[in-house]
C-alpha cells in the first residue's frame, strides 16, 4: 500500500495476491520474465510458494496434477506470447484430463496488440486460449480483479474440472486504486464446486439394470479418484460384490490386491461382461470407444455416472445415466441399495477370479528374473515390491513400454498414488507431475520414466535440487524409443529416428546439480538405490541399463499405428 497525498492506495500486484490469498491459492508454479517478474517477487513476500522452472511447459503439468490431487485449481504463472505459449499445453492437457487448473499469462497493451502494431512479445493471448480450455477471461481494470479470480477458480472447479486462462495484461498490474475500494472489491468464492445430485429415478433406474445383470463389471476412471469419494466407493463396489476394473489413476482407490479387482483379467471382463458400471471414466480411445473387438460379442448394457451431462451417449448408448458428482451419486445408489443386495452370480465372479489367479501365477516368475542387462520385469519386479513396501510413495509413470508395464505389472495401495500421461498418452508430464506432487503431498516420489519421456522435462532436475524434493527418477534407458537396436536402413551417418546415443549417463545429469546419481545395470543395485533414496529423500536420479532389445513398438498400442501398403520392413 502507498500514501498518495491523504488516499491509500494498492495496485493490480496486491490485488491479484490479495485475491488468491483469499480464496486459499497460496502456490505458483511459473517462470520469470516481463512483465510479471515482480508479481512473483511480491507473491513470495506475501507468504506464497512461488516455485520457478526451467520450462513453463513443466511448471503447467505441476499445476494440472496439484488440481487433480487437492481438488483446487493449480496455478502455473508465465510471461507474455512464448511463455504463454509454452503454458498453453499443460492448460490444455489439465482441460482433456478435467483437471482444474488456472494458466495466469501476462500481456502485452491491448491498444497495440489489438492494432497489430508489434509491442513487445506482442500476441492475442485470450484468443488463441479461448479453444483450448474450459473458459477464458481477461481483467482489464484493477476493481475487476477479484471477481475475475473468483470466475476463474469456479469455472475450473465446478461441474467438470478443466483449465481456465487469466489473461493479466502488464497495465493492469501496475494500475492502483484506492486500498479500501480494492479490498471490497475482492470476492471469496463460496461453494465452488457444489454438490450435484442424481435425480431419484436416475438411481432407481440404474439399480434395475445393475440387479437383472449376470455378468456386472465396474469400470473406475480418474474421476473416482479426483472425486476423493473414497469411503462410498469402496462401500459400493464391496456392497455389490462386483468385480470391477481401475483405469490406470484409478488404480489404488481400491488396493490392486483386492479380492474383486479385475486388473489381471482385464479382456476376459470386458469381453464378457453384461452390464457396464463406468465411474468417472469415459468410453474413449482407452476403452475402445466401449465396442468393437475388445468388447466381444455379447450385448452390454452400459450405466453411467459422470458430472457432465454431455458426456453420455458419447459413444455408445448409455441405458442408465447418472449425472451428478460421484460421491453423491455413489452415496444414493448405496443408500437404495438397502441392507440385503444381492451378489453376482458366482460362476462369473469365480471365472474371473481364476483367469486373474492364472495370469498373476504366469506373470511371477518374469517379475524375479536377474537378467543383466535388466529387462522391463526384471526392473519392475524390483520397483514393485518397493511400491508394496512403501504404499504411500507417489508413482509418476510415462514412457511406452516402461509406462504399459509398469501399469500392469505395479500394485498400487492407496487412491491418487498413480500419476501418468493421463488422456493424450502425452510425454512430458514426469517432472512436473513429480515436483506438483511432492510439493502439494509433502510424500516421496518415484517417478519411473521411458528415456525418451524423461527427456522432454529433464532439464527440471536442477529444480528439484533447487527445492531438495524428496523425488527418485529410475531412467529406463534401452536407449530409444520403444527400442534401442533400430538402424538406418539406408546405412547412412544418421542413426535410425527412435535411436538415441548408446551408454548414456542420465544419472550424471543429476549429478551435476548436487543430488545422488546411479547407474544401474541389475536389478539388486536398482533397488538398493531407489531404497536408499527413499530412506533419505535426497534428489536422486537412477540410471536403469534395460536391454536395448526388450521393448515393443509403442509399447502395447502398436495397433493404432497406420501401416503404408508399400514398404514394411
Ligand atoms: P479415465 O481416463 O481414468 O478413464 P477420464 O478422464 O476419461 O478417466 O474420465 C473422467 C470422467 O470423470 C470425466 O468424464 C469427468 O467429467 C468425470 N468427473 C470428474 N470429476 C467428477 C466428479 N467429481 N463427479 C462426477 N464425475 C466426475
Ligand atoms: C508430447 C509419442 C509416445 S511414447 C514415446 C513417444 C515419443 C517415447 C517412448 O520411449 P521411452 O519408453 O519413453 O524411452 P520405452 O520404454 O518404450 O523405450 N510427443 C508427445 N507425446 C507423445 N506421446 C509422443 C511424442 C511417444
Ligand atoms: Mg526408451
Known amino acids: 500500500m502507498a500514501d498518495a497525498g491523504t488516499e491509500i492506495l494498492t495496485d493490480g500486484f496486491h490485488l491479484i495476491i490479495d485475491a488468491l490469498k483469499l480464496n486459499d491459492i497460496t502456490t505458483i508454479y511459473n517462470v520469470p520474465g516481463i512483465p510479471i517478474t515482480d508479481l512473483g517477487r511480491y507473491m513470495q513476500a506475501e507468504g506464497m510458494r512461488v516455485l520457478s522452472f526451467r520450462h513453463e511447459q513443466n511448471a503447467g503439468y505441476a499445476a494440472a496434477i496439484a488440481g487433480f490431487l487437492t481438488k483446487k485449481p493449480g496455478v502455473c504463472m508465465t510471461v507474455s506470447a512464448p511463455g504463454f505459449l509454452n503454458g498453453l499445453t499443460a492448460l490444455a492437457h489439465a482441460t482433456t484430463n478435467c483437471f482444474p487448473m488456472i494458466l495466469i499469462s501476462g500481456s502485452s497493451e491491448r491498444e497495440i496488440v489489438d492494432l497489430q502494431q508489434g509491442d513487445y512479445e506482442e500476441m492475442d493471448q485470450l484468443a488463441i486460449a479461448k479453444p483450448l480450455c474450459k473458459a477464458a477471461y481477461r481483467v482489464l481494470c484493477a476493481e475487476d480483479i477479484g471477481i475475475g479470480i473468483a470466475r476463474a477458480i469456479r469455472s475450473a472447479v465446478s461441474g467438470r474440472p478443466g483449465g481456465v486462462y487469466l489473461d493479466l495484461p502488464a497495465k493492469l498490474i501496475g494500475q492502483t486504486m484506492d486500498a479500501d475500494a480494492g479490498e471490497k472489491s475482492l470476492v471469496k468464492v463460496i461453494d465452488a464446486a457444489p454438490r450435484q445430485l442424481p435425480s431419484p429415478e436416475s438411481v432407481a433406474r440404474a439399480l434395475d439394470v445393475i440387479k437383472s445383470a449376470e455378468r456386472p463389471l465396474i469400470i473406475l476412471g480418474k474421476g473416482a479418484a479426483y472425486a476423493q469419494a473414497d469411503d462410498e466407493i469402496r462401500a459400493f463396489v464391496e456392497k455389490s460384490g462386483m468385480p470391477y476394473l481401475p483405469m490406470s489413476m484409478a488404480k489404488g482407490l481400491l488396493p490392486d490386491t483386492h479380492s474383486q479387482s479385475a486388473g489381471p483379467a482385464r479382456s476376459l471382463v470386458l469381453k464378457e461382461a453384461d452390464v457396464v458400471v463406468m465411474i468417472g471414466a469415459r468410453l474413449n480411445w482407452l476403452l475402445s470407444h466401449g465396442k468393437g473387438k475388445s468388447w466381444g460379442d455379447k450385448p452390454k448394457k452400459f450405466v453411467q455416472i459422470d458430472i457432465e451431462p454431455k458426456e453420455i451417449d458419447s459413444n455408445v448408448q448409455i441405458v442408465a445415466p447418472l449425472v451428478g458428482d460421484i460421491g453423491s451419486c455413489v452415496s444414493a445408489l448405496l443408500k437404495s441399495m438397502g441392507d440385503k443386495w444381492p451378489t453376482p452370480p458366482t460362476d462369473w465372479t469365480e471365472a474371473v477370479s481364476s483367469k486373474k489367479e492364472a495370469n498373476v501365477k504366469r506373470m511371477a516368475p518374469k517379475l524375479q528374473n536377474n537378467n543383466i542387462p535388466m529387462d522391463y520385469h526384471g526392473a519392475l519386479g524390483v520397483l514393485r515390491t518397493i511400491v508394496k513396501e512403501r504404499p504411500d510413495i507417489i508413482l509418476v509413470n510415462e514412457g511406452a513400454n516402461t509406462l504399459d508395464i509398469a501399469r500392469s505389472v505395479i500394485d498400487m495401495y492407496k487412491p491418487r498414488k498413480r500419476l501418468d500421461v493421463g488422456t493424450w498418452g502425452v510425454m512430458g508430464i514426469g517432472m512436473g507431475q513429480a515436483i506438483g506432487a511432492a510439493v502439494e503431498t509433502g510424500c516421496p516420489v518415484l517417478a519411473i520414466e521411458g528415456d525418451s519421456a524423461f527427456g522432454f522435462s529433464g532439464m527440471e532436475v536442477e529444480t528439484i535440487c533447487r527445492y531438495n524434493l524428496p523425488i527418485c527418477i529410475v531412467v529406463f534407458n534401452n536407449g530409444g524409443i520403444y527400442r534401442g537396436s533400430d538402424v538406418n536402413p539406408t546405412g547412412g551417418l544418421d542413426v535410425a ?51 536395448e532389445k526388450a521393448g515393443t513398438e509403442s509399447g502395447r498400442i502398436g495397433n493404432l499405428n497406420p501401416q503404408s501398403v508399400i514398404s514394411k520392413k
Open 497 to 547: 529416428p527412435t535411436v538415441f546415443v548408446k551408454d548414456a549417463r542420465y544419472d550424471k545429469m543429476m549429478e551435476a546439480f548436487g543430488g545422488v546419481g546411479v547407474n544401474a545395470i541389475s536389478p539388486d543395485t536398482l533397488a538398493r538405490a531407489v531404497n536408499e533414496a527413499l530412506d533419505s529423500g535426497k534428489p536422486t536420479l537412477v540410471n536403469a541399463v534395460i536391454d
